[in-house]
């Protein structure tokens, strides 16, 4: 089945300790979007990818970075974790403006 | 801008009550309109979707019915399950001004009861 995968599922990490979440994709979509959700909150945007040209909100702080080597790969790369990074972190892709397929998510705990 | 508006949860019911889940928009083109459905632990799922005024989306008993003039996408299920209980994220996708980027709602948690 065609899908979006999310690795690993559960990270835990250090404070200041450089971690990656990676997300592949099966559905060759053009636009790949990481997402970070915080509990009862919705999933806010960090950044998206339409094919190679990256796009970052605003308000997405420096410490978050991200790479797309090809179509099926995204990584997010987080550089030095405080406390207050612990999430779900969420990757979508998406055929232009149309339904999005979610990851199941990668639950990140920073100790 | 774009914006959703959802209404706050919990909503709490028992099995077999009917659900209305209200979800209004603002946007300034002609949006797609999506539910999406959020198990514990889970990703995001797409429920159903509307592309146009007057189009409804249906699925596993869900409804929901795109209101031009009431500017609304409200969901709606007859009779709901245990197995309903999730959060209810209500989104819309306009790219007549050349964005792609979806907006959504804050989220609406679903609690069912035996």
């Known amino acids: 089945d065609a899908m979006v995968i999310q690795n690993p599922r559960y990270q835990v990490t250090q404070f200041g300790k450089p971690v990656t979440l990676s997300c592949s994709q099966t559905?060759?979509?053009?636009?790949m979007y990481w997402y970070q959700q915080k509990s009862s909150q919705a999933p806010k945007l960090l950044f998206h990818y339409y094919d190679k040209d990256f796009n970052n909100e605003a308000d997405t702080p420096d410490n978050f970075q991200s790479r797309r080597p090809n179509t099926s790969f995204c990584f997010l790369d987080i550089r030095s974790p405080g406390l207050g990074d612990a999430a779900m972190y969420l990757c979508a892709t998406s055929s232009q403006a149309s339904t999005q397929y979610f990851g199941p998510g990668t639950r990140l705990t920073v100790l | 801008g774009n914006s959703v508006t959802q209404m706050e949860g919990p909503v709490t019911l028992s099995e077999e009550a009917f659900l209305t889940i209200n979800c209004t928009y603002t946007?300034?083109?002609?949006?797609?309109l999506f539910w999406y459905v959020q198990y514990p632990g889970e990703g995001l799922q797409l429920l159903l979707k509307a592309t146009k005024a007057d189009d409804k989306g249906s699925n596993k008993g869900f409804e929901a019915t795109y209101r031009k003039e009431t500017t609304s996408f409200h969901l709606e299920k007859g009779s709901v399950q245990v197995s309903d209980s999730a959060v209810y994220f209500c989104a819309l996708s306009d790219s007549s001004g050349g964005s792609y980027i979806p907006t959504f709602g804050r989220g609406t948690s679903l609690i069912v009861h035996p």
């Open positions: 946007a300034t083109g002609y949006p797609s």
């Open positions: 559905l060759n979509h053009n636009v």
